[in-house]
């Protein structure tokens, strides 16, 4: 097995899905998810890794801005950006082997409703016909900006936690309430990622062509800082909600126990 994680890393560096140093740490984190949650801990990493993959790819064209940090460079995903959406599943998978008790499975499998919620919320509601709604500042700003809803974008965060959720259901043989619990908190998280997007992260102002943007650099020039705080990085960002995701769904899933 751990040459199959071998095997599939160096291929998403060779189809630059990710950079060679995505790739290792994607690599770790395989190895440290399958001792912890065995095979069906690898299929819910790949499940999210592979559709996301393939979303950030569909209708690229029509995904306008090249510099929006939610459309993977052309490079493949860096390992920041690896730890971004795994980093809190990997945490999950560390305090199982620390204590085996079945919650990290929950925690872990919540984590990856939330990063699936985000990115397909993110890839699919960039397409939005209607320019998205700004939750701090009440209005609508350019499609694919942290902090911002359309419809589109929410019915595919539901959509990515459900799809998480019923995985998750089908490969652990789970109950019903537990598979609710993982596709509520995924949606959640994503809320938190909206919330936290909206209030800390950074933006900026492209001087030459004034869109709002989250990269320092656009058209080719650095853009001027409007508002943000430096730490919170889109990476920190999408880390931090996954964590809530998944502490969202471990107290329910012992709420749920407890009855
Ligand atoms: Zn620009």
């Known amino acids: 097995m751990i040459v199959g994680i071998a095997l599939l890393s160096i291929t998403s560096a060779l189809l630059r899905w990710l950079t060679v140093a995505g790739s290792v740490t994607a690599f770790i984190m395989g190895v440290i998810i399958y001792k912890a949650f065995g095979w069906q801990g690898l299929i819910l990493l790949g499940l999210f890794f592979i559709t996301s993959t393939l979303l950030t790819k569909w209708k690229k064209d029509k995904k306008q801005d090249p510099d929006a940090i939610h459309t993977e460079d052309k490079k493949g995903r860096t390992a920041g950006q690896v730890l971004a959406n795994g980093g809190a599943a990997l945490l999950a998978a560390v305090g199982y082997l620390t204590i085996a008790d079945p919650v990290w499975i929950i925690v872990f499998a919540a984590t990856f409703a ?3 919620a985000d990115t397909w919320a993110s890839e699919i509601g960039v397409l939005s016909k209607k320019r998205p709604f700004h939750i701090k500042e009440w209005r609508r700003v350019d499609p694919g900006l942290s ?13 990515g936690a459900t799809f998480i959720a019923c995985c998750f259901y089908i490969l652990y043989d789970s109950s019903i309430a537990l598979g609710l619990c993982i596709a509520f908190s995924g949606f959640l998280g994503n809320m938190a990622d909206t919330f936290f997007g909206a209030w800390f992260e950074q933006k900026y102002v492209c001087s030459i062509c004034k869109r709002e943007t989250e990269s320092h ?16 990085t889109n990476n920190v960002v999408n880390f931090l909600s996954t964590i809530i995701g998944g502490l969202i769904a471990g ?9």
């Open 114 to 116: 939330t990063a699936t």
């Open 147 to 159: 902090g911002a809803i359309s419809s589109l974008g929410t019915v595919a965060a539901a959509l």
């Open 217 to 232: 650099v656009h058209c080719g020039v650095k853009a001027v800082k409007v508002f943000g705080n430096r730490f919170f």
């Open 251 to 259: 107290g329910l899933s012992l709420w749920i126990k407890s009855w």
